[in-house]
């Protein structure tokens, strides 16, 4: 049943908010201070790329911000966590053109000492958006993306680039489509895909989600902070041929109707993201 509104953000705001999901796990990682910083150019390479030779008129295509990571540094996600910032991307694009929002990749947790965990990413990640076209043509589209990130290690480092594409243009389209495709499966899959219907509970002053999975090896929830929700920390247990993980949230009063973010679900190393959007009980 429903509850009434007042009651129930009483509780969340007294109590840790419990949210029950399948099994999770984290990657360590040391936290980062900053210090000293080496040149940015060498920790993030910034790129533009699209897997389209051209764009005609009226018609769809992703823009596509590469960042590629030197080994052993991360970037963060739109959600750093509790320490780092996010990294952001702003496309820009001919007169005529209708830029949509940026979409981020699913990401990572790392822990450090002293239990701070983030959200980010390592190697290469990449920011999309899909761009329409007009309806007349334009013979040369120039397209560019200002990005900035934070990149930590043993120190934290600011950077920032501008990087361009034109179209059309005449990359082989075997590497175009491998690049982007191979980035673009990152990308959080709808919620109805995964099958899943979210059963929400309360008692002792406590919410509590859960959301039983099969056939998966690890899972693990990763929080937006759109909605004045705050993660204090997950616990697993096994039962009944399942892992379930205790999510603990502080939080008053949700600014957002719905715990939004995305899952991670490990599936026999095969790694899928889903966009989390669940409306909250009260």
């Not at 052993?72 to 929002?101: C, D, I, M, R």
Request: charged share 25%; hydrophobic share 40%; aromatic share 8%.
């Amino acid at each position: 049943r429903r509850l009434p509104i007042t009651t129930c953000y009483r509780s969340a705001m007294l109590r840790p908010l419990f949210l029950l999901v399948v099994l999770a796990g984290c990657n360590s990682d040391p936290r980062d201070e900053p210090s000293t910083p080496p040149p940015s150019g060498e920790l993030v390479r910034l790129s533009l790329i699209t897997d389209r030779a051209r764009v005609a008129p009226g018609e769809d295509l992703d823009l596509v911000a590469r960042l590629e990571i030197a080994d052993g540094w991360h970037v963060y996600w739109q959600n750093p966590g509790e320490a780092g910032l996010p990294t952001k991307a702003s496309f820009t694009a001919p007169a005529g053109f209708t830029v949509g929002e940026v979409a981020y990749p699913g990401p990572e947790s790392f822990r450090s000492p002293g239990g701070i965990v983030t959200f980010g990413y390592v190697k290469e990640t990449a920011l999309f958006a899909r761009v329409r076209a007009p309806q007349e043509a334009v013979p040369n589209a120039v397209f560019s993306v200002n990005a900035s990130w934070l990149a930590c290690r043993e120190n934290c480092v600011r950077g920032k680039a501008v990087a361009t594409l034109s179209l059309p243009t005449d990359a082989p389209a075997a590497t175009r489509t491998a690049a982007v495709e191979a980035l673009r499966d990152r990308l959080p899959r709808p919620w109805t895909e995964l099958g899943v219907e979210p059963a929400w509970s309360y008692a002792d002053g406590e919410m509590r989600l859960e959301l039983a999975l099969t056939g998966v090896s690890s899972v693990e929830l990763f929080p937006l902070d759109d909605g004045g929700v705050r993660i204090f920390g997950q616990s697993v247990r096994h039962e009944a041929g399942r892992a379930v993980i205790q999510t603990r949230f502080s939080t008053d009063e949700p600014a957002k109707p719905a715990l939004r973010g995305a899952l991670r679900v490990d599936r026999a190393g095969r790694i899928r993201y889903y966009a989390v959007d669940i409306p909250w009980p009260c």
